[in-house]
């Protein structure tokens, strides 16, 4: 059974700091790109960033980069979304996306596997 499951997501104060969780199975993790998208409340999607399959190409948006990093441990098949210097405008719900290739689609159906997402809430 494939999945892509994520963990992490909170409440969190303006400034502070979360690590978002995503862990594969059923699929060849290590072979594939896994991007990052978040949706806020009453807003489009937005793509956040991705990383290649051993983890020496990533990429990140304008709106995080600098604040966000993406990592990836294939021996754990887990990719992490470490968020610092979180800020309100960054409440959202984070999913994690899997595909063979790179992407920077929003859609959930330009990717492999999608996850369910987990709630990140930044409020004082």
């Known amino acids: 059974q494939v999945q892509l499951v994520e963990s992490g997501g909170g409440l969190v104060q303006p400034g502070g700091s979360l690590r978002l969780s995503c862990a594969a199975s059923g699929f060849s993790f290590s072979g594939s790109w896994i991007h990052w998208v978040r949706q806020a409340p009453g807003k489009d999607r937005e793509f956040v960033g991705r990383?290649?399959?051993?983890?020496?190409?990533?990429y990140h948006a304008d709106s995080v980069k600098g604040r966000f990093t993406i990592s990836r441990d294939n021996a754990k098949n887990t990719v992490y979304l470490q968020m610092n210097s979180l800020k309100s405008e960054d409440t959202a719900v984070y999913y994690c996306a899997a595909s063979s290739m790179p992407s920077r689609s929003t859609q959930s159906q330009s990717y492999n596997y999608w996850g369910q997402g987990t709630q990140v809430t930044v409020s004082s």
């Open positions: 990383i290649n399959w051993d983890g020496d190409s990533t």
